[in-house]
């Protein structure tokens, strides 16, 4: 390239998802059944339509009494409270508990007007029919208040959170048989190169599995997406061109492979020739030939064809312009050092032993095993190495 590029290039992590955040569509609000909502993003706050719990409930099995009169019970000196009933979940109670007397109890059954406390059963001596006797007293804190957990009108889920199986159980307790989710963003995705095989099929020698597009797919099922996945291309300008027009109708496009230096790079050339660019280039390790670019107003991001670079660069930079999160990090003590790289942050292979971090050691980009085995990514930041000892940002993966 010997004239000076009219676009970025060696743009920085958040500035490459900034530049791909703002090509992407805003995306309206839907309201869909919560068993059609897991892994969606919630487009508006839930409020509770509801307490929990609705009633002030008991937390174990037991009886509930007046803790006044049971203030004198000790070993050798028993209690005698008469039974007058029972209170189980869904059927309360529907007396009051009056001096001297108490209702058998079980775990989140409302605990009966009168009552102030709990005797656990293992604490009782029961003749099986109408009465008991406490060795002990009962206490006033084996209760779970009403509303302790929400009460109604509270704001507890809010716009932007992904709902995961617990957020999903959440959004149901709070009384939600419907929820307003953002709209699926249409993702087409392929991979590239003559090299790469589908699984299963036979391997000469220097071919490789498919495992960027599998793994992406993945990835952004993962991030809420609908994918269109459109296979793999040859490099070939005319396919990689119709497969490209294949994707139309998507809003995004994600490729793996041909975004770098050499001969071959098509879809780099085809961008800069036909299409627009962006940016090229990322200052960061793994990744850094990624490129941003467009297709007739098709937003296009380039991911690098080495696995763990593609893969990376997708958790890194693609997932959270897709889903407006930023990745989530933790402080950790570094076990080993980690290498500063003078012109890009690093994210480096690592793994979490005993609350400290240490180098996974292969940091190859072709290492694909290493990113199941280290499962964290120690970033390292451009020119500022990390010692032994030093707290350092890892990124789960």
Not at 1 to 15: A, I, K, L, Y
Not at 59 to 67: N, P, S, T, V, Y
Not at 88 to 106: D, H, K, L, N, W
Not at 216 to 241: F, I, N, T
Request: net charge negative.
């Amino acid at each position: 390239m010997t004239e000076r590029p009219s676009f970025p290039m060696n743009v920085t992590v958040e500035q490459a998802r900034q530049m791909l955040a703002d090509l992407l569509p805003v995306r309206s609000a839907e309201q869909v059944p919560v068993q059609q909502a897991a892994g969606r993003y919630l487009a508006a706050d839930l409020p509770a339509l509801v307490s929990h719990p609705s009633a002030t409930e008991s937390a174990l099995d037991g009886i509930a009494c007046r803790e006044a009169d049971t203030l004198d019970a000790a070993p050798g000196r028993p209690v005698r409270l008469q039974v007058v009933g029972e209170s189980r979940a869904g059927v309360p109670f529907s007396g009051s508990v009056e001096t001297g007397c108490c209702v058998r109890i079980y775990t989140g059954a409302p605990l009966p007007p009168g009552a102030d406390a709990i005797c656990p059963v293992e604490q009782l001596q029961d003749d099986g029919l109408d009465a008991v006797w406490l060795q002990r007293p009962a206490s006033p804190g084996d209760v779970r208040p009403e509303g302790g957990d929400f009460r109604a009108g509270e704001v507890v889920l809010r716009a932007g959170q992904r709902l995961t199986p617990s957020r999903l159980a959440l959004a149901v307790s709070l009384g939600h048989a419907l929820v307003p989710v953002r709209a699926q963003l249409r993702a087409a995705l392929f991979s590239t190169g003559d090299e790469v095989r589908e699984p299963g099929e036979p391997l000469a020698p220097g071919q490789v599995y498919d495992s960027n597009r599998h793994g992406l797919a993945a990835m952004l099922h993962e991030a809420g997406c609908e994918v269109l996945d459109l296979g793999h291309a040859p490099d070939s300008l005319e396919v990689l061109s119709a497969r490209i027009e294949a994707a139309g109708g998507a809003d995004v496009l994600i490729t793996s492979g041909g975004v770098s230096m050499g001969k071959y790079d098509f879809m780099r050339d085809l961008l800069l020739e036909h299409g627009r660019v962006s940016f090229w280039k990322v200052r960061m390790r793994p990744g850094g030939p990624a490129l941003l670019g467009g297709w007739r107003g098709l937003p296009v991001f380039g991911l690098p064809g080495n696995p763990v670079s593609s893969l990376v660069v997708f958790q890194v930079i693609v997932r959270p312009a897709l889903t407006g999160e930023l990745p989530f990090t933790l402080r950790l003590r570094a076990a080993t050092p980690f290498r500063a790289l003078a012109d890009r942050a690093a994210y480096w292979r690592g793994v979490i032993e005993g609350g400290t971090v240490r180098d996974y050691g292969q940091q190859g980009s072709g290492v694909l095993r290493s990113l199941s085995e280290a499962g964290a990514l120690v970033i390292v930041p451009e020119g500022q190495a990390v010692a032994a000892g030093d707290e350092v940002e890892v990124m789960l993966f």
